[in-house]
């Protein structure tokens, strides 16, 4: 079949490098792409979110699939384009409706959703302008530190820690003054948890589920977990405390509920569920809903699943994923990201990268690149993932961390200490 993928960034390699593995797979397709995307298909100058062109590539080259690799393509409806579309309405989408989409889309719907259907989470409350006075003396009562968070997608920087009363009242007027643009037109305030966080991932095909390999990602920029928040800077997967006792409580807790709520409240919904985790105590919370793959989570999981991902996607669409046997290596993925100097501010652009081809043991994922007269150049903060297998963690740490240091660009940095806390 021919399958179009969604999408520019590291989680969009990895998939590209996953499917086309596939003898399913008779040709891929990726739109935008990146530098790395076109060695697996066949890069396509078309914004993810672009649906009238997409619509017209689809027609034009017989694609049979359509992955959705971003989150913003889902929140603004492709599934439901396609849906309503006489000539499009037979292709399977691998995502969510946009009601589905809204348990990323809206932090307010996802935590509405939680409540309803009995999901362990941290106690909050919404606030809008109209209500600030009340969102302030709300926070006048609230434990310290206290967690906020924009309602709207914002590019992964709209949630704030706050450690003083006074911190928090500053924020909360910011971030309904448009600090995050239409994004925080709503603010969600929430007791903030003490744990350990990891990210388990689900696909469904809105009545059965399968358990992805859960995964681990560090998202300070400084060694030690310093430093300000980015994007993600590498992964681990497996995680060693999320044993078969824990996970098993994830599955009662809040998989099997979240994916029954989903059919209750007659969401359509067959694709992927990110569920960011905190572990308190040995008991797992919910801190957010994706409705896509993490990044740079992808880099780890999908390298330790041995399954036939298109065969999977197939289970999906026709809904018969109960079928189909899930296959995970027992393996350990480690992915160590390297990023451009200033990264999560300013960061530079356009800087050659040398030496992929040298590395020994490692699996290079493209993020923020792109191909200038047959060079590959730096084109985002977050430029490759280097992403290793081995028979244990410290193997696997090793390996990515030696190949990352292989590769070269002005103002490369990357940590070398990805996995040091679970070691």
């Excluded at 009363?165 to 709503?186: H, I, P, R, V, Y």
């Excluded at 009662?252 to 709520?261: D, S, Y």
Aim: glycine content about 10%.
């Amino acid at each position: 079949m021919n399958i179009l993928l969604l999408g520019s960034g590291g989680r969009e390699s990895t998939f590209a490098w996953k499917i086309s593995k596939s003898p399913l797979c008779k040709q891929l397709f990726i739109a935008p792409g990146n530098a790395g995307t076109g060695q697996y298909g066949t890069n396509v100058d078309i914004k993810a979110t672009d649906f009238s062109k997409i619509k017209d590539f689809v027609l034009e080259n017989s694609i049979s699939m359509v992955v959705v690799g971003p989150e913003e393509p889902l929140v603004k409806g492709i599934f439901d384009f396609f849906a309503a579309d006489s000539a499009l309405s037979a292709v399977p989408v691998i995502g969510p409706s946009q009601a589905g989409a809204e348990l990323e889309g809206s932090k307010n719907f996802s935590k509405a959703f939680m409540r309803r259907h009995l999901i362990p989470t941290a106690a909050s409350a919404t606030f809008t302008k109209h209500s600030l006075q009340e969102g302030l003396a709300y926070l006048e009562e609230h434990p310290l530190p206290v967690v906020l968070k924009a309602d709207g997608l914002a590019a992964g920087k709209g949630v704030l820690i706050c450690q003083t009363t006074e911190e928090a009242q500053k924020e909360l007027e910011e971030m309904l003054n448009g600090k995050f643009g239409d994004a925080s037109n709503t603010v969600v305030i929430e007791e903030f948890l003490d744990g350990i966080e990891l990210s388990v991932f689900v696909l469904t095909d809105g009545v059965s589920y399968k358990i992805l390999p859960e995964a681990k990602d560090y998202k300070r920029i400084g060694e030690g977990d310093t430093g300000l928040n980015t994007g993600g800077m590498g992964s681990i997967s497996p995680v060693p405390f999320a044993d078969a006792e824990f996970m098993k409580k994830v599955e009662e807790n809040i998989i099997k509920p979240t994916v029954h709520g989903l059919k209750v409240d007659q969401i359509h919904y067959k694709g992927f569920i990110f569920i960011g985790l905190m572990n308190v105590k040995g008991e797992p919370y919910v801190i957010e809903y994706n409705v896509r793959m993490g990044d740079p989570e992808t880099e780890s999981v999908l390298p330790r699943l041995d399954s036939d991902l298109v065969e999977l996607f197939q289970a999906v669409a026709e809904q018969r994923l109960d079928d189909v046997e899930l296959k995970i290596s027992n393996k350990t993925a480690a992915t160590v990201v390297l990023v451009s100097s200033g990264y999560p501010g300013n960061y530079l652009k356009g800087k050659t990268v040398s030496n992929i081809e040298h590395i020994k043991g490692s699996t290079v994922f493209h993020a923020g690149t792109i191909l200038e007269e047959g060079q590959v150049k730096t084109d985002g903060g977050r430029v490759l993932a280097v992403t290793a297998l081995g028979d244990t963690m410290f193997d696997a740490v090793q390996q990515a961390v030696a190949d990352a240091g292989r590769i070269y660009f002005d103002g490369r940095y990357f940590r070398s200490d990805i996995g040091f806390d679970l070691l």
